[in-house]
């Protein structure tokens, strides 16, 4: 069982990187963060699906997922 929850995303540049200069880079980004319900808990790898909420996300992957309540 997956959760999708609803977040926004910052990143910052790292000094001296390709990045650093870069406007673009500390825009905040919608996405949905993946958690995995498995053994009694709620974990999470640290993957998102970016521009899309939650229930954008189960739209789009239809073909793998679909919403229980």
């Known amino acids: 069982m997956i959760g999708l929850i609803p977040v926004t995303i910052s990143f ?11 406007e673009a880079v500390g825009n905040l980004r919608a996405a949905s963060a993946v958690f995995t319900f498995a053994k009694g808990n709620w974990t999470t790898a640290g993957r998102a699906v970016f521009n899309m909420n939650p229930a954008e996300a189960l739209r789009h992957f239809s073909n793998v997922y679909e919403k229980i309540d």
């Open 12 to 22: 910052e540049a790292i000094p001296g990187s390709d990045m650093e200069g870069v």
